[in-house]
């Protein structure tokens, strides 16, 4: 029995705290909804069914639609418009009877008519730049809409459609059953946005030295929707901000463009004989084989040549993907373009870059390396990487499609750069390349959760980063010992979470209605998940529910729920604490010390301890049997200090150990305590988190304890712990090391510090 720290206390701390919590206890009135933050989830989550289960799992019924495509695509540089020409092959798993399908038309965004400048507030500043002024009251809003020309079934008999901003249903000649195909045709064409000038996730960017254009783009073409067991179809308008959801299939696109561009986007080049000249056939075979550095497939000064004449000829790439939910590509004359092979686990596969002159040095030094090493850390906390490449394209933007991202990040005219250009390059690829997981193959609902894909890709992003910088110290500036994340630790988050709650909106809010976008579905989501692994579940037990969750969710379209039941059902933690504080509400950390109390063991009991000992003796405990403390303060502390009696002397305590205590179990028996404190915490914030206290000791020595969240289980205001010690506490530190995103450590500290004011410390730097 090694009971000797904590049983030998009971005649005070125990019966005391069992009094101090049914007196703090939250009055419960008839019919009053349970607050508890421990409350399970059940009341939030969707009941299980045959589709997804309770575990987290995709259910025996669980299905997908399938949605394939053929294009003919031509990009008019001079005139800056696309022409598009598809065939779509929609399959009906469902076991629904589908009557119509709805397609996505999200460039509609961009159409005269849109509605998206109306959501939003607008106000006449009292000055403003003169160009702000133009496009604001001036400037007729550009038109950059899909223009339909027909939509037909494979027969070229007109299908009825209707529009309504960004969706199109399309009637179908007879309902569709399960297992029924059709196919059917649009033609269409738009005029592309200058992406810089008008903004956009695509587009081109115009430079006027040579009249030339970088084209990156998406959302190019109509896309069929997702329907699902969740909610049928997918019908929330796109508005700009949130993002896409869409069915797997197959794609094959045949893209025409000048003659002199370079093209690479989702897919194999199936053609890649015909579009490449021998010199660069012959880099393309080298860079296979080349694992330690990108080799050129097209140089700088190849690409300086090009940009300066303009062929009239035309050339057709031709891509064709599987198993993809999207499609996008970039082009241009002005592109260099380098190639480098990755070994993950299981595979091979290519990490490739292309970028204008204005990127280099910056891109041609970093942006594969970078692409390299996101694929290997995504890997290994997922799976591997499943498509045959990764391509990076430089663009003042970032936006992410299967196989290829468009990411921002330029030095100035004369190629320098600084760390904030580097690591923000840098960090951007990593987050836009990580998207190809999240949600590009693990298929979440972006325009309902956006957390899903940004918050689970930016936490993986933090890992990944964490990993470049160890990989790569080259790129570390002096004095830098670790990659500057921006995300993912919880100290970066504080500032949000302690922030107006008038201007915080839990994160399960759909991101077109949150406050502070980046911070909400970026920041806290991927916080919390650091928070889980690093402190509150351990990396093990972490990494393997999450690579649970992923490999169970790849190429499928999961939903909050079976992140949060995979979460649990792989780990054997229950979290549904945690997902209801961090991801259901606005609840912040504010942690600290309240209160700590000094104890010393007595012979002679004072009024308190002779009323308890009362109690113990109705109980039938021998009077004899009771040990007794007294605080510092009360009456009786001063004389018992001044003869001190330690646990050893007692006889009764002698006598229970020699009763009821093996030789083998004395043996194991600690020092005895001298110093006996009962410390308060108390937890001001609405948050639940693990209490993590560091000890100070006189002798110099520290000792850091984590009581697990469900310490605040039975009292949601504060907790007291019992401490024994061989050594004299001298300071108590209530999370050291900045752990769970405290919003105020002014109370963190015992005895209290004397935090600087701001003022304070602007004053002492101007000193010196």
Aim: a negative charge.
């Amino acid at each position: 029995m090694k009971l000797l720290k904590y049983a030998i206390f009971s005649a005070f701390f125990i019966t005391s705290s069992i009094i101090a919590q049914n007196d703090t206890a939250p009055e419960r009135k008839p019919g009053h909804t349970n607050q508890n933050k421990f409350k399970q989830l059940y009341d939030e989550f969707a009941t299980p069914n045959m589709f997804r289960t309770g575990s987290g799992a995709p259910g025996p019924a669980y299905y997908q639609q399938q949605a394939d495509y053929k294009m003919d695509i031509e990009i008019d540089d001079e005139n800056a418009r696309l022409y598009g020409d598809e065939i779509i092959t929609y399959t009906n798993n469902s076991p629904d009877v589908l009557n119509y399908l709805w397609v996505q038309l999200d460039q509609n965004m961009r159409a005269r008519d849109s509605k998206t400048p109306l959501i939003n507030s607008s106000g006449i500043s009292p000055a403003t730049t003169a160009s702000r002024a133009v496009r604001s009251y001036l400037k007729e809003s550009f038109d950059g809409g899909f223009n339909i020309e027909h939509v037909k079934d494979i027969n070229n008999k007109d299908l009825p459609y209707t529009i309504n901003r960004t969706m199109m249903r399309v009637e179908l000649p007879e309902p569709m059953k399960t297992g029924d195909k059709f196919s059917f045709k649009i033609k269409w064409w738009y005029n592309i946005n200058d992406h810089v000038k008008d903004g956009g996730r695509s587009g081109y960017e115009y430079f006027e030295e040579n009249d030339n254009r970088i084209y990156v783009m998406a959302q190019f073409y109509p896309r069929m929707a997702v329907y699902n067991d969740v909610e049928g179809w997918q019908n929330s308008q796109f508005w700009g901000r949130d993002e896409f959801a869409l069915p797997f299939g197959n794609f094959d696109v045949n893209i025409t463009v000048p003659a002199d561009h370079i093209l690479d986007g989702t897919g194999y080049l199936t053609n890649r004989e015909e579009v490449f000249s021998k010199e660069m056939m012959k880099r393309y075979n080298k860079a296979k084989k080349s694992f330690d550095k990108p080799v050129m497939i097209v140089t700088e000064e190849e690409a300086r040549k090009t940009e300066k004449t303009k062929s009239k000829d035309k050339k057709t790439w031709k891509l064709s993907a599987q198993m993809v939910r999207d499609f996008g590509f970039a082009t241009s004359r002005k592109f260099i373009w380098d190639m480098m092979a990755v070994k993950l686990d299981s595979k091979e596969v290519m990490a490739v870059s292309l970028y204008s002159k204005e990127g280099n040095p910056l891109w041609e030094q970093w942006s594969t390396r970078t692409v390299a090493s996101t694929l290997k850390t995504y890997s290994r906390m997922t799976f591997d990487y499943p498509y045959h490449k990764a391509i990076s394209v430089h663009a003042p933007m970032g936006m992410e499609y299967p196989m290829i991202c468009y990411n921002f990040g330029r030095p100035d005219e004369n190629g320098n750069y600084s760390d904030r250009t580097k690591f923000g390059m840098i960090g951007v690829i990593i987050h836009e390349v990580g998207h190809n997981w999240f949600p590009m193959i693990i298929n979440s609902d972006e325009r309902q959760w956006t957390w899903m894909d940004e918050g689970l890709n930016t936490f993986v992003q933090y890992v990944a980063e964490q990993d470049f910088g160890e990989w790569n110290p080259s790129a570390l500036s002096p004095g830098m010992t670790k990659y500057p994340s921006r995300r993912g630790p919880a100290k970066n988050i504080v500032r949000y979470m302690g922030g107006d709650q008038d201007f915080i909106a839990p994160i399960m809010t759909k991101g077109l209605n949150t406050y502070q976008f980046g911070s909400n579905a970026y920041a806290k989501p991927a916080t919390g998940l650091n928070i889980l692994r690093e402190t509150i579940m351990g990396r093990e037990l972490f990494d393997y529910a999450f690579k649970e969750y992923a490999n169970r969710w790849k190429f499928k379209h999961p939903t909050p729920e079976d992140f949060f039941r995979t979460m649990e059902d792989a780990s054997a933690v229950d979290l549904d604490w945690f997902w209801r504080g961090w991801f259901y509400t606005t609840d912040y950390t504010d942690i600290g010390v309240k209160e700590v109390k000094k104890y010393i063991v007595t012979s002679k009991p004072n009024e308190n301890g002779k009323r308890l000992a009362e109690r113990y003796k109705r109980f039938g405990i021998d009077p004899d049997d009771i040990v007794y403390f007294v605080a510092e303060g009360e009456e009786g502390y001063e004389e018992a200090m001044n003869n001190p009696e330690a646990l050893e002397n007692l006889p009764t305590v002698k006598e229970y150990i020699m009763d009821n205590l093996t030789p083998d179990e004395r043996k194991e028996l600690k020092s005895t305590p001298k110093y006996f404190y009962e410390v308060t915490f108390e937890k001001p914030g609405g948050l639940v988190m693990p209490l993590i206290v560091e000890y100070k000791y006189a002798d110099g020595t520290r000792e850091k304890i984590t009581y697990p969240a469900q310490i605040w289980r039975l009292n949601d205001k504060e907790v007291s712990r019992a401490i024994a010690s061989d050594k004299e506490i001298i300071a108590i530190n209530v999370d050291p090391d900045f752990e769970t995103a405290d919003v105020d450590t002014s109370n963190n500290s015992w005895p209290r510090q004397v935090q600087e004011s701001q003022f304070d410390r602007f004053k002492n730097s101007v000193k010196d």
